[in-house]
């Protein structure tokens, strides 16, 4: 079992800047793959970027150039970096890892953007 805890959400204005982190209760060296995904009210879930052992990030087309995706493996965590908020990136974020084929996820920190 993988616990993931998600932090740094919160109330930001249009065009501020957040970052999110997540830190999971096993090294996230031996993860597949750790992301984010988001979810905004009355929508599904969708993903916002991921970060693998081995090459280059993924993003979703509606945060490229804007989020960045990073991770300390001293320290088990991931980080996403939000720049240029807007308020469609309103919503609930989750952190998710994978693990020998098991996705496990975060219980999700909330980002409001609005003025």
């Known amino acids: 079992q993988v616990q993931l805890v998600e932090s740094g959400g919160g109330l930001v204005q249009p065009g501020g800047s957040l970052r999110l982190s997540c830190r999971a209760s096993?090294?996230?060296?031996?993860?597949?793959?750790m992301g984010w995904y988001r979810q905004a009210p009355g929508k599904e879930r969708e993903k916002v970027a991921l970060?693998?052992?081995?090459?280059?990030?993924n993003y979703a087309d509606s945060v490229k150039g804007r989020f960045v995706i990073s991770r300390d493996n001293a320290k088990n965590t991931v980080y996403l970096q939000m720049n240029n908020l807007k308020p469609e990136d309103t919503a609930v974020y989750y952190c998710?890892?994978?693990?020998?084929?098991?996705?496990?996820w975060g219980k999700g920190t909330l980002v409001t953007v609005s003025s």
């Open positions: 096993r090294s996230i060296f031996s993860a597949n793959v």
């Open positions: 970060i693998f052992n081995l090459g280059s990030p």
């Open positions: 998710t890892g994978t693990y020998s084929g098991t996705q496990y």
